[in-house]
């Protein structure tokens, strides 16, 4: 029986990390949303994952088919979304119970001073020139709660990139990722004369 989508297909190139009869983990691009604000909302990640996959969750009902966590439009990084109401309860279950780990890697402004939080595991820090590195984990998916919880009301400057994730999926564990954790170089930054 197929499903027809409450959202109109967009069709784009998306990369997808992993899919799996249950879930699927794609790269959000920088500058696209995760999902449209209304029904009838295009070129959003979602929009375009209805493309090739006739089988999300809750897509005959909702303008956010399966999403577990969303990333803002300015970041860039993975994304899970089920494909079946059994999963995506499942899911939102391990997310509300802050079982999913996800990894950022964060760029700001060095001036920018995050708050200390049981939400953030700091793996590495460098500074180049004016601006600063983090390599973190948490618990938090969504990027906008991230920002609050971690760096405050001064965050407007922060770029994240979620790189990794770690999913206790039911019947499965399934780590999915841009590559290895690599500790930051440190090294100096030097700007030629003129």
């Not at 998306?14 to 604000?37: I, N, R």
């Not at 860039?76 to 899911?91: N, P, T």
């Not at 700091?122 to 919880?149: A, C, K, M």
């Amino acid at each position: 029986m197929d499903k027809t989508p409450q959202l109109p297909i967009t069709p784009m190139a998306l990369d997808l990390w992993y899919e799996g009869p249950s879930f699927v983990v794609a790269d959000k691009p920088q500058g696209m949303a995760v999902h449209p604000d209304r029904a009838d909302g295009e070129d959003t990640l979602v929009n375009g994952l209805l493309q090739s996959n006739r089988w999300l969750a809750e897509m005959e009902t909702s303008h956010a088919p399966g999403v577990i966590h969303r990333l803002m439009a300015q970041d860039r990084g993975l994304v899970l979304v089920a494909k079946s109401e059994d999963m995506a309860e499942a899911l939102r279950g391990l997310y509300r119970e802050q079982a999913i780990t996800f990894s950022y890697r964060v760029r700001m402004s060095k001036e920018v001073r995050p708050v200390a939080t049981e939400l953030v595991t700091v793996f590495d820090h460098q500074v180049y020139d004016d601006i600063s590195v983090w390599d973190i984990d948490s618990p938090l998916g969504d990027t906008e709660q991230l920002r609050n919880e971690w760096l405050g009301e001064v965050n407007h400057d922060a770029y994240f990139v979620g790189y990794r994730m770690d999913i206790p999926a039911p019947r499965t564990h399934i780590q999915v990722g841009f590559g290895e954790r690599l500790w930051l170089p440190a090294i100096d930054l030097y700007t030629v004369p003129t």
